[in-house]
C-alpha cells in the first residue's frame, strides 16, 4: 500500500502528471478492460446495460470516468453514486456523465433479482486502495452486503472492496474481473476470479525500474494487459 502511494505521489510531483489526469488513464483503461472482459455481442441482455457502482473517495472517480468511456463504447452504463465528494474536480467527472445522459440510480435496490435482471455486469469502483480497513462497515456496508449477493459478474477498480490492500480478502466480494491500476496489489495473489486485467502501461520506465514493477509485455498499442 505505501509503494502504490509513492509510486503515486512521484508521478503527480515528479514527473507533473495531473491528479485528474491520471483518473482519467485509468478510468479509460477500466472501460477498455470491460470491453475485453465482456465484448458487445456477447452480453446476454438485449441491452448492454452496466451498472457501476461509484463510492466517495479516488476509485468513484476513476469509476466516473469508466462510465463515460463505455458509454463512448456503445454500451448503456448506469452510475449508482450514493455519497458524492464535494472535490470540484470529482463533481467535473459527475457533470461529464450526466451531460452524456448516463442515468445515475438515486438507490440501490436490495432486491439482488432487480440487478440480476437489469445488467450485464457490476463495475465495484466503491473502494480502492486507497480506503482504510473498517470503511467497509460504514456507509458502503449496505453497498457491499448487496454486490455480494449479485449473481451477475463483477469487475473490481485495483482492490476488490471490502479487502484489504494487502492481506485480501475477508469475506468481501469475489469479483470475476479484477483491472490493477498501475502493477497488482499485494491482495490480487488471493483473486480467484477468470480474468486480472493490468493497467500500468503510461508508467514510466524510470519509475517502473525504481519500484521494481517489472511489467508485463503489452500487446501492439493496448493500455491494458490480461494476465
Known amino acids: 500500500k505505501a509503494e502504490a502511494e509513492a509510486i503515486e505521489k512521484e508521478l503527480l510531483e515528479d514527473y507533473r502528471f495531473g491528479r485528474q489526469q491520471l483518473i482519467e488513464i485509468w478510468g479509460h483503461a477500466c472501460a477498455v478492460a470491460v470491453t475485453k472482459a465482456f465484448p458487445l455481442p456477447s452480453l446476454p441482455r438485449?441491452?448492454?446495460?452496466?451498472?457501476?457502482?461509484?463510492g466517495p473517495a479516488q476509485n468513484g472517480a476513476i469509476g466516473l470516468v469508466c462510465?463515460?468511456?463505455?458509454r463512448i463504447f456503445d454500451y448503456e452504463p448506469t452510475i449508482f453514486y450514493p455519497k458524492?465528494?464535494?472535490?470540484?474536480?470529482?463533481?467535473?467527472f459527475t457533470t461529464q456523465c450526466e451531460k452524456m445522459d448516463i442515468p445515475f440510480l438515486s438507490?440501490?435496490?436490495?432486491?439482488?433479482?432487480?440487478?440480476?435482471?437489469a445488467y450485464n455486469a457490476v463495475v465495484d469502483a466503491v473502494?480502492?486502495?486507497?480506503?482504510?480497513?473498517?470503511?467497509?462497515?460504514?456507509p458502503c456496508a449496505g453497498i457491499l452486503a448487496t454486490l455480494k449477493h449479485v449473481r451477475i459478474p463483477i469487475v473490481s477498480l485495483d482492490?476488490?472492496?471490502?479487502?484489504?490492500?494487502e492481506a485480501g480478502s475477508s469475506g468481501g466480494i469475489s469479483p470475476d474481473v479484477l483491472v490493477s491500476l498501475m502493477a497488482p496489489k499485494?491482495?490480487?495473489r488471493r483473486?480467484?476470479?477468470?480474468?486480472?486485467?493490468?493497467?500500468?502501461?503510461?508508467?514510466?520506465?524510470?519509475?517502473?525500474?525504481?519500484?521494481?514493477?517489472?511489467?508485463?509485455?503489452?500487446p501492439g498499442t493496448e493500455c491494458v494487459v490480461d494476465l
Not at 84 to 92: K, T
Not at 107 to 117: R, S
Not at 159 to 165: E, L, T
Request: net charge negative.
Open 127 to 138: 473502494l480502492g486502495a486507497e480506503a482504510e480497513l473498517g470503511e467497509g462497515r460504514g
Open 46 to 54: 438485449k441491452q448492454p446495460t452496466v451498472l457501476v457502482v461509484c
Open 191 to 218: 483473486f480467484l476470479g477468470r480474468q486480472h486485467f493490468v493497467a500500468g502501461r503510461f508508467v514510466p520506465y524510470d519509475v517502473q525500474k525504481k519500484f521494481e514493477l517489472n511489467p508485463p509485455e503489452y
Open 84 to 92: 458524492r465528494s464535494v472535490d470540484p474536480l470529482y463533481r467535473d
Open 107 to 117: 438507490y440501490l435496490p436490495t432486491e439482488v433479482q432487480l440487478i440480476n435482471d
Open 186 to 188: 499485494q491482495c490480487a
Open 159 to 165: 482492490v476488490p472492496s471490502g479487502w484489504d490492500v
Open 67 to 70: 462510465a463515460r468511456h463505455l
